[in-house]
Antibody
Framework: EVQLLESGGGLVQPGESLRLSCAAS????????MTWVRQAPGKGLEWVST???????HYASSVRGRYTISRDNSKNYLYLQMDRLRAEDTAVYYC??????????WGQGTVVTVSS | EIVLTQSPATLSLSPGERAILSCRAS??????LAWFQQKPGQAPRLLIY???NRATGIPARFSGSGSGTDFTLTISSLEPEDFAVYYC??????????FGGGTKVEI
């Protein structure tokens, strides 16, 4: 059974950093593109970042230069390092299997709140 | 950036009725369009990929059609559990991957 479990969310002040993790199981992690998607309170879905199987990365313009996506294929973990956080980064962050391919499995999300 | 426009924003229907949701792309996405269902407090769930292919475990009452710039998600007979928000997403020309604004199907 495919499982994706996000962690690392929390309440931080503007300008601070946070690192999200996503533990993957039930599939060959290293063979799959992985993606982060976020959803601000009461809003729709917004793509954040995707990492390919060989480590190629892509970012939304709203986070480029502040966020860094990475993966550890030996541990089956996906990460999102978020620096210089802003109030508008407040959202539920989901990790999803796929991106370049259809995102067929999603985690339950982790909540990030940026507020002073 | 490809913009996806979903209509209507809200669809008010009764169980047993047919729901027809639209997604229009600002430029052709070929058939690289997916549909997701999201219920309150839950993660999105993939329903349809590549315009018309049902994902694993998705009931046959869900069907997708279209190509190029115009796509439709049809729910043939609404069940109580189908009342949710539906999003389309394109993966034809990315980055960025883009989502539509969503259609809420309400009772």
């Amino acid at each position: 059974e495919v499982q994706l479990l996000e962690s690392g969310g929390g309440l931080v002040q503007p300008g601070e950093s946070l690192r999200l993790s996503c533990a993957a199981s039930g599939f060959t992690f290293s063979d799959n593109v992985m993606t982060w998607v976020r959803q601000a309170p009461g809003k729709g879905l917004e793509w954040v970042s995707t990492i390919g199987t060989r480590g190629t990365t892509h970012y939304a313009s709203s986070v480029r230069g502040r966020y860094t996506i990475s993966r550890d294929n030996s541990k089956n973990y996906l990460y999102l390092q978020m620096d210089r956080l802003r109030a508008e980064d407040t959202a539920v962050y989901y990790c999803a299997k796929g991106g370049e391919t259809p995102s067929d499995y999603w985690g339950q999300g982790t909540v990030v709140t940026v507020s002073s | 950036e490809i913009v996806l426009t979903q209509s209507p924003a809200t669809l008010s229907l009764s169980p047993g009725e047919r729901a027809i949701l639209s997604c229009r792309a600002s430029q052709s996405v070929s058939r690289y369009l997916a549909w997701f269902q999201q219920k309150p407090g839950q993660a999105p769930r993939l329903l349809i990929y590549d315009a018309s292919n049902r994902a694993t475990g998705i009931p046959a009452r869900f069907s997708g059609s279209g190509s190029g710039t115009d796509f439709t998600l049809t729910i043939s007979s609404l069940e109580p559990e189908d009342f949710a928000v539906y999003y389309c997403q394109q993966r034809s020309d990315w980055p960025p991957l883009t989502f539509g604004g969503g259609t809420k199907v309400e009772i």
